[in-house]
C-alpha cells in the first residue's frame, strides 16, 4: 500500500461547479497535512496547510479525518485557472514529507 | 526576493557523464531537499538535508550523490551508475526538519535529458 493515495483522475468539471478529492494516508503518526497545486510542467506550490480544525481560504476547504485517514480539498465555484494538479502531501514520520501521485482537475468553460 | 533558484532549466547530456544540478536558496532555510518527477507521477525524495556538512539518503538515492558545504547551496550529482536520470528534478527547502509542522518551498526545476 502506497504511504499516501490519490485518485489520480481526470476530474473534468465545468466552470462554477464544486468538486472535492480525498486522499488517504497510511501512517497514523502522521502530523503535517498539506495540499500543493501543481501546473502542467512546474514546480509545485502550497495551496494550504491542513489543521485537525479544517480550514478555508477563499474557495477551497481542506478537512483532516485523522480516525479515517484522509484528508479532503473542496473547491467551490471552479475557475478555469483551477486547472492543475492538486497533490496531497503528508508527513509520514520521517523527516522529509511523502506526496502523492496527485489529481488532476480540468475546468471546462 | 527571497527564493529558490535552479540552473539550468534544460540539461542534455550523453549516457555515461556525470551531471551535476544547481540549487541555491537565500531564505535561510535549515533544511535542503531534492526530489525527481517522471511523468504523470509523484515526486520521489532522493536526498535531504538538514544542516551543513549532513545530508541522509531518500527512497530513490542509488545513482546520485549531494554536498552540502554551505547552508544557501545543495547541489546534486547525477552520476553515471542512475538507471534512468532523465526527469524533472525538484529541489526543495523548509525552515527546520526539527518543527513538527512545515512547509516545503520548491525551486522551478531542471528538466535533464540524457541520450
Known amino acids: 500500500r502506497k504511504e499516501v493515495e490519490q485518485d489520480p483522475g481526470p476530474f473534468n468539471v465545468p466552470e462554477g461547479a464544486t468538486v472535492a478529492f480525498n486522499c488517504t494516508y497510511s501512517?497514523?503518526?502522521?502530523?503535517?497535512f498539506f495540499w500543493y497545486r501543481q501546473d502542467c510542467r512546474k514546480e509545485p506550490k502550497l495551496l494550504m496547510s491542513?489543521?485537525?480544525s479544517g480550514n478555508e481560504d477563499g474557495r477551497f476547504t481542506a478537512q483532516l479525518n485523522r480516525a479515517s485517514q484522509y484528508i479532503s480539498l473542496l473547491i467551490r465555484d471552479s475557475k478555469l485557472s483551477d486547472s492543475a494538479t492538486y497533490l496531497c502531501?503528508?508527513?509520514?514520520?520521517?523527516?522529509?514529507?511523502?506526496f502523492g501521485s496527485g489529481t488532476r482537475l480540468q475546468v471546462q468553460p | 526576493d527571497g527564493g529558490i533558484t535552479q540552473s539550468p532549466k534544460y540539461l542534455f547530456r550523453k549516457e555515461g557523464q556525470n551531471v551535476t544540478l544547481s540549487c541555491e536558496q537565500n531564505l535561510n532555510h535549515d533544511a535542503m531537499y531534492w526530489y525527481r518527477q517522471d511523468p504523470g507521477q509523484g515526486l520521489r525524495l532522493i536526498y535531504y538535508s538538514q544542516i551543513v556538512n549532513d545530508f541522509q539518503k531518500g527512497d530513490i538515492a542509488e545513482g546520485y550523490s549531494v554536498s552540502r558545504e554551505k547552508k544557501e547551496s545543495f547541489p546534486l550529482t547525477v552520476t553515471s551508475a542512475q538507471k534512468n536520470p532523465t526527469a524533472f528534478y525538484l529541489c526543495?527547502?523548509?525552515?527546520?526538519?526539527?518543527?513538527?509542522?512545515?512547509?516545503?518551498?520548491f525551486g522551478p526545476g531542471t528538466r535533464l535529458t540524457v541520450t
Open positions: 526543495a527547502s523548509s525552515i527546520d526538519l526539527n518543527r513538527p509542522i512545515y512547509e516545503q518551498y
Open positions: 501512517n497514523s503518526a502522521s502530523q503535517s
Open positions: 502531501v503528508v508527513n509520514t514520520g520521517r523527516r522529509a514529507l511523502t
Open positions: 491542513v489543521y485537525s
